[in-house]
């Protein structure tokens, strides 16, 4: 029973707590609306994606319904976190499609409070990063140009690193939870 206090991220079951606290609102009920809420908005993320990689709305419509109609998509009608997950994983690759280092470490951040897969978000991150570092030091850009990308290097593990350290204390065993 101790192991499965911390078996679940935090961000989810926290986002579906703040809800649950508006009159009316079960604790079922607010995670169906978080599920709903965080799918929409990873089906809004796929069309965004979509039309910056491709500038074809039917491409990018295309790829949200081969997502709506995957097999695992049957978590969008459950209360798990994989919506909440892929919402922030799209919007991450949005961000860092449109170089905004900062915004895309922050949602790498939140999303390892999320899951343990935004391991694959982080290294997407820092390979992103070091190309754009690479390719700062080759043109000898000002420091200006360079620090953001650094900056979302390091910090976008926090989230994930937070919440494993965090389960090591409380239970004593390092690399378990």
Request: charged share 10%; with cysteine; aromatic share 8%.
């Amino acid at each position: 029973a101790h192991a499965s206090v911390f078996s679940f991220f935090p961000a989810y079951p926290a986002a579906m707590s703040v809800l649950a606290r508006l009159p009316g609102v079960t604790l079922v009920g607010a995670g169906l609306a978080v599920t709903a809420i965080a799918g929409l908005a990873a089906a809004w993320g796929i069309t965004v994606l979509g039309m910056k990689l491709t500038a074809d709305p039917r491409i990018s419509l295309l790829m949200v319904a081969v997502w709506a109609v995957a097999p695992t998509s049957t978590v969008l009608e459950m209360l798990y976190a994989e919506a909440l997950f892929c919402a922030l994983a799209v919007w991450t690759l949005i961000a860092l499609v449109d170089r905004r280092w900062l915004t895309a470490a922050g949602l790498t951040i939140v999303a390892g409070t999320v899951r343990s897969t935004a391991v694959a978000l982080v290294a997407a991150l820092v390979v992103a990063a070091a190309i754009a570092l690479v390719e700062a030091a080759r043109t000898h850009r000002r420091i200006a140009e360079w620090w953001r990308p650094l900056a979302a290097a390091l910090l976008a593990p926090l989230g994930l690193l937070g919440f494993l350290g965090y389960v090591a204390v409380r239970t004593g065993r390092p690399g378990r939870s």
